[in-house]
């Protein structure tokens, strides 16, 4: 059983739009959540991370957590072409140090 | 400036052959990791390593061996029984704890010939 699903995608949004990025997890005790964003070819970076139930904001990105429905999302508020890239979400599991990554969700923003 | 270098960017091995790829850190991070990333899939987990001279196996271990002799350097050994090693290797290291991101170089992309 995999440990953390992503939405499959590829996702196309209009230049503008919200992208609604989605994230399940099976280890209840998992503490620990992250978003990267990978372009093509490059390595992943980090965009944002959220240990607490409830929304976090930082500009355009809104990262939720629902740590009952083991769920973690990520919105992104007025897309641009730039945000095209694959969006990778991240868990820390709560018993062990490894960090499991889902298999990523393709986002393209049309212009 | 602080960070992670994965070196080399490209590297061709021929079928039988072991390859070392190199990773060394300058951020002071105790854990180390190796991911494997096929092309359109996620990253999947080599090794890690949260100290010098110990590491664990991850989800694909198989055909990879690692050292940890240094807290700086991890590398990673893609052994002739690993039978399909072309992809794309991202290291990552992270301090200890669970609520810290962990930090990529900017890859290895690993051909058969």
């Known amino acids: 059983q995999k440990e953390v699903e992503q939405n499959s995608g590829p996702l196309s949004v209009p230049e503008g739009a919200i992208a609604s990025l989605n994230c399940t997890y099976s280890?209840?005790?998992?503490?620990?959540f992250f978003w990267y964003r990978q372009y093509s070819g490059k390595s992943p970076e980090l965009i944002m991370f959220?240990?607490?139930?409830g929304d976090k904001e930082d500009g355009r990105f809104t990262a939720q957590l629902n740590k009952a429905s083991q769920y973690v999302s990520l919105l992104i508020r007025d897309s641009q072409p730039s945000d095209s890239a694959t969006y990778l979400c991240?868990?820390?599991?709560?018993?062990?140090?490894?960090?499991?990554f889902g298999s990523g969700t393709q986002l393209t923003v049309l212009p | 400036d602080g960070g992670i270098t994965q070196s080399p960017k490209y590297l061709f091995r021929k079928e039988g052959q072991n390859v070392t790829l190199s990773c060394e850190q300058n951020?002071?991070?105790?854990?180390m990791y190796w991911y494997r990333q096929d092309p359109g899939q996620g990253l999947r987990l080599i090794y890690y390593?949260?100290?010098?001279?110990?590491?664990q196996k991850g989800d694909i271990a198989e055909g990879y061996s690692v050292s940890r002799e240094k807290k700086e350097s991890f590398p990673l050994t893609v052994t002739s029984a690993q039978k399909n090693p072309t992809a794309f290797y991202l290291c990552?290291?992270?301090?200890?704890?669970?609520?810290?991101?962990?930090?990529f170089g900017q890859g290895t992309r690993l051909t058969v010939v």
């Open positions: 990552a290291s992270r301090r200890t704890g669970l609520n810290t991101e962990a930090f």
């Open positions: 991240a868990v820390s599991p709560g018993s062990a140090r490894q960090l499991t």
């Open positions: 959220i240990y607490s139930n």
């Open positions: 951020l002071n991070h105790d854990a």
């Open positions: 280890d209840r005790g998992s503490q620990s």
């Open positions: 390593s949260q100290i010098v001279n110990d590491f």
